[in-house]
């Protein structure tokens, strides 16, 4: 009432026009292309006339196209990490397309050179559907995934945003989506839900996946415009594919323990308290530390993270694309038992997920689970340290879909941009540049499993955060059941400093590619820098008003930017830098101007500070940013796992606001006057190409 109670109806509202497209039964074909285009996709669109959910009825078929869909998908998936892939990835989707119109959409994105071998995949997959449907067990599994889902909504409605409200709210009004509440959603997908059968799901496809109202587009680089099929070879793909007497699909599932053999428990030998964060440390048997934090921010919510010292630093240049992908192979081939395709079906059910990862200095898992799944996530911990595999299938998938990404790369602007400037700053050293086609010869399957096995060979020295809504006596005995049991060998890693930084004096580079009337503007500053509390907010502040200045400028008073932001970032090892970088986007005729302007501001906070209005919102801001966050179980987290990683107190944060009040104009200035010195500007520039004479 106090927000809304003066607002009326105008006299003569706008009419929010309907507009209608007919379907008039034909069949359109089309072929796009573009020289920034990296690679080629496909797609399918079977429209059809939109169905609103009005009824029970039509809420319980909108869950059977979600069944549908979902299981196409799985097959798909499963398919795209075959050893030899028929293409990087694809998909299907049905619902709202335009205006009055739903649809079901196919699409896949090819690798170089074999749109046939992707099309001929995917259409395969779907007359598999339609020859042999779907088997109970997918069906099952997909039902349970959903089931799960809502409840874990369920379990969580009185913690839910503001922002779910609104937007199912807009969909209502704008779309006519059911705006069901919370109570009503749960009870009726698990009444609905149960009752959905394979007859139906399968019914659904055949009537969607037809030869009418449907159109086959392909998208691609100009450089394959020659490549591109025709609509009559399209065809004839479709008409051999579905005159071929294919086999039904298999859904193999494995009922083995995802572990081989079961861990040795520890003890806990020691606990402390550490006040006014409310968490605990605890030390176990093994050398493992843990902290532990429970909350009420969610209902059904634990988040971990862990981390050791090494990482990536501590291998040679010609090991560093092994270790640095290391990580992502062992993640995306299974676990213990389970292959990769195993294994999303046996997590299918269940809120659980654990990753490990090898950055330039650590080695780390991230995860989360809901109360029925930590003791799974704990298994999952327990078996990237004693049981990781690497399916040759997933080495291989992976190679053929880099490649696949990388083929065209070279067209894309952003991408030339991006390489030039890390080659520049960086003597074109392998770790800061991005992949490319020759780098990817140089990972090595049998490698990186070697340093993967090596980097979590040791858990002593291992640090595991876990906050969520716990209870601290029923989550020690799974610390000591798996964390204790961990593999020790008392090694103390520490990472190496590998001289990886910004040359100390300022250059302009100009970079030349793409067809745009465009012109992308990066200004940045690198330098040495003192860490602490006070120079670390006042960055934050100096980014945020000259981002509030430079769009006041650049934006509204001169229209030569869309838009424009400052990004201060400093960081603490291998030695404290600072970098600040400032980047918009404008036209070729006023990027000069621009880039004069910007610096003008820079020397004026330099010298005068910035305006005490904008500080003030930086620091309103800020109050209500850390509001919100600190009742979320991943802002304790990040904040708890980043103090320790640092050799910090954990409870510094607890004075942030103090910090963040104490800015003033005075100490922005101090701060971009000691640090944006101009010998430290590194301006980079792309431009569209140059126009032959």
Same mark, same amino acid.
Do not use: C
């Given at each position: 009432?106090?927000?809304?109670?003066?607002?009326?109806?105008?006299?003569?509202?706008?009419?929010?026009?309907?507009?209608?497209?007919?379907?008039?039964?034909?069949?359109?074909?089309?072929?796009?292309?573009?020289?920034?285009?990296?690679?080629?996709?496909?797609?399918?669109?079977?429209?059809?006339?939109?169905?609103?959910?009005?009824?029970?009825?039509?809420?319980?078929?909108?869950?059977?196209?979600?069944?549908?869909?979902?299981?196409?998908?799985?097959?798909?998936?499963?398919?795209?990490?075959?050893?030899?892939?028929?293409?990087?990835?694809?998909?299907?989707?049905?619902?709202?397309?335009?205006?009055?119109?739903?649809?079901?959409?196919?699409?896949?994105?090819?690798?170089?050179?074999?749109?046939?071998?992707?099309?001929?995949?995917?259409?395969?997959?779907?007359?598999?559907?339609?020859?042999?449907?779907?088997?109970?067990?997918?069906?099952?599994?997909?039902?349970?995934?959903?089931?799960?889902?809502?409840?874990?909504?369920?379990?969580?409605?009185?913690?839910?945003?503001?922002?779910?409200?609104?937007?199912?709210?807009?969909?209502?009004?704008?779309?006519?989506?059911?705006?069901?509440?919370?109570?009503?959603?749960?009870?009726?997908?698990?009444?609905?839900?149960?009752?959905?059968?394979?007859?139906?799901?399968?019914?659904?496809?055949?009537?969607?996946?037809?030869?009418?109202?449907?159109?086959?587009?392909?998208?691609?680089?100009?450089?394959?415009?020659?490549?591109?099929?025709?609509?009559?070879?399209?065809?004839?793909?479709?008409?051999?594919?579905?005159?071929?007497?294919?086999?039904?699909?298999?859904?193999?599932?494995?009922?083995?323990?995802?572990?081989?053999?079961?861990?040795?428990?520890?003890?806990?030998?020691?606990?402390?308290?550490?006040?006014?964060?409310?968490?605990?440390?605890?030390?176990?048997?093994?050398?493992?530390?843990?902290?532990?934090?429970?909350?009420?921010?969610?209902?059904?919510?634990?988040?971990?993270?862990?981390?050791?010292?090494?990482?990536?630093?501590?291998?040679?240049?010609?090991?560093?694309?092994?270790?640095?992908?290391? +990580? /992502?192979?062992?993640?995306?081939?299974?676990? $213990?038992?389970?292959?990769?395709? @195993? #294994? =999303?079906?046996? %997590?299918?059910?269940?809120?659980?997920?654990?990753?490990?990862?090898?950055?330039?200095?650590?080695?780390?898992?991230?995860?989360?689970?809901?109360?029925?799944?930590?003791?799974?996530?704990?298994?999952?911990?327990?078996?990237?340290?004693?049981?990781?595999?690497?399916?040759?299938?997933?080495?291989?998938?992976?190679?053929?879909?880099?490649?696949?990404?990388?083929?065209?790369?070279?067209?894309?602007?952003?991408?030339?941009?991006?390489?030039?400037?890390?080659?520049?700053?960086?003597?074109?050293?392998?770790?800061?540049?991005?992949?490319?086609?020759?780098?990817?010869?140089?990972?090595?399957?049998?490698?990186?499993?070697?340093?993967?096995?090596?980097?979590?060979?040791? +858990? /002593?020295?291992?640090?595991?955060?876990?906050? $969520?809504?716990?209870?601290?006596? @029923? #989550? =020690?005995?799974? %610390?000591?059941?798996?964390?204790?049991?961990?593999?020790?060998?008392?090694?103390?890693?520490?990472?190496?400093?590998?001289?990886?930084?910004?040359?100390?004096?300022?250059?302009?580079?100009?970079?030349?590619?793409?067809?745009?009337?465009?012109?992308?503007?990066?200004?940045?500053?690198?330098?040495?820098?003192?860490?602490?509390?006070?120079?670390?907010?006042?960055?934050?502040?100096?980014?945020?008003?000259?981002?509030?200045?430079?769009?006041?400028?650049?934006?509204?008073?001169?229209?030569?930017?869309?838009?424009?932001?400052?990004?201060?970032?400093?960081?603490?090892?291998?030695?404290?830098?600072?970098?600040?970088?400032?980047?918009?986007?404008?036209?070729?005729?006023?990027?000069?101007?621009?880039?004069?302007?910007?610096?003008?501001?820079?020397?004026?906070?330099?010298?005068?500070?910035?305006?005490?209005?904008?500080?003030?919102?930086?620091?309103?801001?800020?109050?209500?940013?850390?509001?919100?966050?600190?009742?979320?179980?991943?802002?304790?987290?990040?904040?708890?796992?980043?103090?320790?990683?640092?050799?910090?107190?954990?409870?510094?944060?607890?004075?942030?606001?103090?910090?963040?009040?104490?800015?003033?104009?005075?100490?922005?200035?101090?701060?971009?006057?000691?640090?944006?010195?101009?010998?430290?500007?590194?301006?980079?520039?792309?431009?569209?190409?140059?126009?032959?004479?």
């Amino acid at each position: 009432e106090r927000l809304f109670s003066d607002m009326r109806m105008p006299e003569n509202p706008p009419v929010r026009s309907e507009y209608k497209v007919d379907l008039k039964g034909e069949n359109q074909y089309m072929v796009v292309t573009d020289e920034e285009m990296p690679q080629t996709i496909g797609q399918i669109i079977i429209k059809m006339p939109n169905e609103k959910v009005t009824t029970v009825g039509q809420y319980r078929q909108s869950l059977i196209e979600s069944v549908l869909t979902s299981m196409i998908n799985s097959r798909i998936s499963e398919l795209s990490q075959s050893s030899n892939p028929p293409f990087i990835g694809g998909g299907v989707e049905m619902g709202r397309f335009l205006a009055n119109l739903d649809n079901f959409s196919v699409f896949f994105a090819a690798k170089p050179g074999a749109i046939e071998e992707g099309f001929r995949a995917i259409y395969t997959e779907l007359e598999r559907v339609r020859q042999f449907g779907f088997s109970e067990s997918e069906l099952n599994r997909t039902i349970a995934s959903m089931r799960k889902s809502n409840e874990t909504s369920y379990i969580e409605r009185d913690k839910k945003k503001s922002d779910a409200y609104v937007n199912s709210y807009l969909n209502h009004f704008l779309k006519d989506a059911p705006a069901l509440s919370n109570e009503y959603r749960y009870e009726l997908m698990n009444q609905l839900l149960p009752t959905i059968t394979l007859e139906e799901v399968e019914k659904a496809f055949l009537s969607s996946f037809v030869d009418e109202n449907r159109d086959i587009l392909f998208l691609g680089p100009e450089g394959d415009k020659d490549k591109m099929p025709k609509e009559e070879e399209v065809l004839a793909w479709v008409s051999e594919i579905q005159k071929e007497q294919l086999t039904a699909y298999e859904d193999n599932v494995s009922d083995l323990p995802l572990l081989a053999s079961q861990p040795v428990a520890g003890k806990i030998v020691k606990e402390s308290k550490i006040d006014g964060i409310e968490t605990s440390e605890i030390v176990l048997s093994n050398g493992v530390k843990v902290y532990l934090k429970p909350t009420t921010y969610k209902n059904n919510e634990i988040v971990i993270s862990a981390f050791s010292p090494g990482g990536t630093s501590l291998y040679s240049d010609e090991d560093y694309l092994s270790a640095s992908n290391a +990580a /992502s192979l062992i993640n995306s081939s299974g676990l $213990g038992q389970y292959n990769n395709v @195993e #294994i =999303k079906k046996y %997590l299918a059910d269940k809120r659980v997920n654990v990753s490990p990862s090898i950055s330039e200095r650590y080695e780390s898992l991230s995860g989360y689970s809901d109360k029925d799944g930590l003791e799974t996530a704990f298994e999952m911990i327990y078996g990237y340290f004693t049981e990781p595999r690497i399916e040759d299938d997933v080495f291989q998938s992976f190679i053929t879909s880099t490649r696949s990404n990388l083929a065209n790369q070279g067209n894309n602007p952003q991408y030339v941009f991006g390489k030039e400037i890390t080659e520049a700053l960086y003597n074109n050293s392998i770790r800061r540049t991005p992949m490319s086609l020759e780098k990817v010869d140089q990972i090595n399957k049998d490698r990186a499993f070697e340093i993967f096995k090596e980097r979590f060979a040791d +858990a /002593s020295d291992f640090t595991f955060v876990i906050v $969520g809504s716990f209870d601290e006596e @029923e #989550i =020690k005995p799974l %610390l000591e059941q798996y964390l204790a049991a961990l593999p020790t060998v008392d090694r103390k890693d520490e990472p190496r400093d590998l001289g990886l930084y910004e040359p100390n004096k300022g250059f302009n580079k100009d970079v030349y590619k793409g067809k745009e009337e465009k012109v992308n503007v990066n200004l940045a500053y690198y330098t040495d820098y003192d860490y602490n509390d006070k120079n670390n907010i006042n960055v934050s502040a100096l980014s945020s008003v000259l981002s509030i200045k430079l769009i006041e400028i650049l934006r509204e008073e001169e229209g030569g930017v869309y838009g424009v932001g400052a990004q201060g970032s400093y960081s603490k090892e291998p030695k404290p830098r600072l970098s600040l970088n400032i980047g918009f986007g404008t036209s070729p005729e006023k990027v000069d101007k621009l880039i004069e302007l910007t610096k003008k501001e820079i020397n004026r906070v330099k010298t005068e500070g910035p305006n005490a209005e904008d500080v003030q919102k930086f620091i309103i801001e800020r109050e209500r940013q850390f509001q919100v966050q600190q009742e979320e179980n991943g802002f304790w987290l990040n904040n708890i796992t980043s103090a320790l990683r640092m050799g910090e107190d954990p409870t510094k944060f607890l004075n942030y606001l103090d910090r963040v009040r104490g800015v003033t104009p005075e100490t922005i200035k101090d701060v971009a006057k000691k640090y944006l010195d101009e010998d430290k500007l590194f301006q980079f520039i792309l431009h569209p190409d140059k126009k032959e004479n």
